[in-house]
C-alpha cells in the first residue's frame, strides 16, 4: 500500500464515522479494496477482493458500502458502455484534480489522463454556466469520457 492509498482509506474511515456511520468489517474491507487498487473495479472483482480480506462479506451488503460511499464522494461510479458499473476512489489528497478517461471499445482499455483537466475544467464551466442559465438546471455533475481504440488494438 503505498502513502496515497493509504491516506485515503483512512481519511474516507475517519469520515464515516466522523458522520456517523458504523465501521462495520465489510465497509472497512471495500475501502481497503478500492484504496489498494489503481484501476477501475467491477463489483465481481470488489466482491472477490473484499472476500479475501473478510470472509463474510455479502454481496448485498457490499452494494450498499459503494451506493453509500459514492453518495458521500469517496467513490467514483463510472459507466463504460459495458452494461456493468466500475468503481474508483477519489484522490483525496488533490480532490479537484482527478482524472478522465479514455475507453478502448475493443478490449476495454481504460486509460487515465490529467494532462489537459486545466483546460478541460474551463471549458466546462463556461458549458455548466450556460447550460444552467438557458435550461434553468442546476448541474451536480458530469463525466467526461472518450472511446476509441487503442494503439494496440489499432494494429
Ligand atoms: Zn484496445
Ligand atoms: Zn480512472
Redesign the pocket.
Same mark, same amino acid.
Given at each position: 500500500m503505498n502513502n496515497n492509498c493509504r491516506k485515503n482509506k483512512k481519511f474516507c474511515l475517519n469520515k464515516l464515522q466522523n458522520d456517523g456511520y458504523r465501521l462495520t468489517n465489510s465497509r472497512e474491507a471495500v475501502i481497503q479494496v478500492l484504496s489498494n487498487s489503481q484501476? $477501475?473495479l467491477s463489483i465481481e472483482e470488489i466482491f472477490l477482493e473484499t472476500k479475501k480480506i473478510h470472509s463474510n462479506a455479502g454481496i448485498a451488503s457490499i452494494y450498499r458500502t459503494l451506493d453509500l460511499l459514492v453518495e458521500l464522494g469517496f467513490v467514483?461510479k463510472?459507466e463504460f458502455g459495458e452494461g456493468k458499473a466500475r468503481y474508483?476512489i477519489i484522490n483525496q489528497n488533490n480532490k479537484n484534480i482527478?482524472?478522465? $478517461?479514455l475507453v478502448c471499445t475493443k478490449c476495454g482499455l481504460?486509460i487515465?489522463y490529467d494532462e489537459l483537466l486545466d483546460e478541460e475544467i474551463e471549458t466546462s464551466k463556461r458549458t455548466v454556466n450556460k447550460l444552467e442559465k438557458q435550461y434553468e438546471f442546476t448541474i451536480q455533475k458530469h463525466n467526461i469520457q472518450y472511446f476509441g481504440i487503442c494503439k494496440n488494438c489499432n494494429k
Open positions: 484501476k $477501475h467514483h463510472l474508483e482527478n482524472h478522465h $478517461h481504460i487515465d
